[in-house]
């Protein structure tokens, strides 16, 4: 049976968050998603557009979605005026690559259509707008044990470059636990920050 992709709608996220898990759950530093997490760190944001969220669905069920975002950077050297172009969020099974593929299809000209000249693929370059501490630890990359990701953005036409895209290796034993030389203490208080993008 042939998939469809919608734009994101609410009723949907139930199946997204599923997806999200199955499709990390290989790695146990990957915190699982939940709906709560997904509106307080994504959707609810000031710059989030659910037009560029694209979810397949095959017999009623999701089977992938990519996030397509445009926003300013969040960190201190970026210009907060200017806008970046790019993928957050790819997921597809792995035995699946025509959904991965339509669904970069689908993200890249709804970027292209931003305006936006520089369109760019999960890279930091332009600062973590969505998904900061989700994806894979932290960073807005993919890992070697996620070939298929990797591959439907290069069939999308994205090159697979940059100083840290991609750049990580897998631990074959678990490091040593670290001690404090004193007592750590834990203090919650506001953050200083530049601008709103880097707040949010």
């Given at each position: 049976?042939?998939?469809?992709?919608e734009?994101?709608?609410?009723?949907?996220?139930?199946?997204?968050?599923?997806?999200?898990n199955?499709?990390?759950?290989?790695?146990?530093?990957?915190?699982?998603?939940?709906?709560?997490?997904?509106?307080?760190?994504?959707?609810?944001?000031?710059y989030?557009?659910?037009?560029?969220?694209?979810?397949?669905?095959?017999?009623?069920e999701?089977?992938?979605?990519v996030?397509?975002?445009?926003?300013?950077?969040?960190?201190?050297?970026?210009?907060?005026?200017?806008?970046?172009?790019?993928?957050?969020?790819?997921?597809?099974?792995?035995?699946?690559?025509?959904?991965?593929?339509?669904?970069?299809?689908?993200?890249?000209?709804?970027?292209?259509?931003?305006g936006?000249?520089?369109?760019?693929?999960?890279?930091?370059?332009?600062?973590?707008?969505f998904?900061?501490?989700?994806?894979?630890?932290?960073?807005?990359?993919?890992?070697p044990?996620?070939?298929?990701?990797?591959?439907a953005?290069?069939?999308?036409?994205?090159?697979l470059?940059?100083?840290?895209?991609?750049?990580?290796?897998e631990?074959?034993?678990?490091?040593?636990?670290?001690q404090?030389?004193?007592?750590?203490?834990y203090?919650?208080?506001?953050?200083?920050?530049?601008?709103?993008?880097?707040?949010?």
């Amino acid at each position: 049976m042939r998939f469809s992709i919608e734009t994101y709608h609410p009723r949907r996220l139930e199946g997204m968050v599923a997806l999200y898990n199955a499709e990390t759950a290989f790695e146990p530093h990957i915190a699982p998603l939940e709906a709560e997490t997904f509106e307080a760190l994504v959707a609810a944001k000031s710059y989030f557009d659910p037009g560029g969220l694209f979810v397949a669905v095959e017999k009623s069920e999701v089977v992938g979605w990519v996030h397509a975002c445009v926003s300013g950077g969040t960190e201190p050297y970026h210009r907060p005026d200017l806008r970046a172009a790019h993928i957050r969020m790819l997921l597809h099974p792995r035995e699946r690559l025509d959904i991965g593929a339509a669904l970069v299809t689908e993200a890249t000209a709804w970027l292209k259509r931003s305006g936006v000249p520089e369109l760019g693929a999960m890279h930091n370059k332009h600062g973590y707008p969505f998904y900061r501490g989700l994806w894979l630890g932290g960073e807005p990359m993919g890992a070697p044990v996620l070939p298929h990701v990797q591959l439907a953005l290069e069939v999308g036409g994205y090159r697979l470059s940059e100083e840290s895209v991609f750049m990580v290796a897998e631990l074959t034993t678990p490091p040593p636990e670290v001690q404090a030389a004193s007592p750590l203490e834990y203090r919650a208080f506001p953050a200083a920050m530049e601008r709103e993008a880097m707040l949010e």
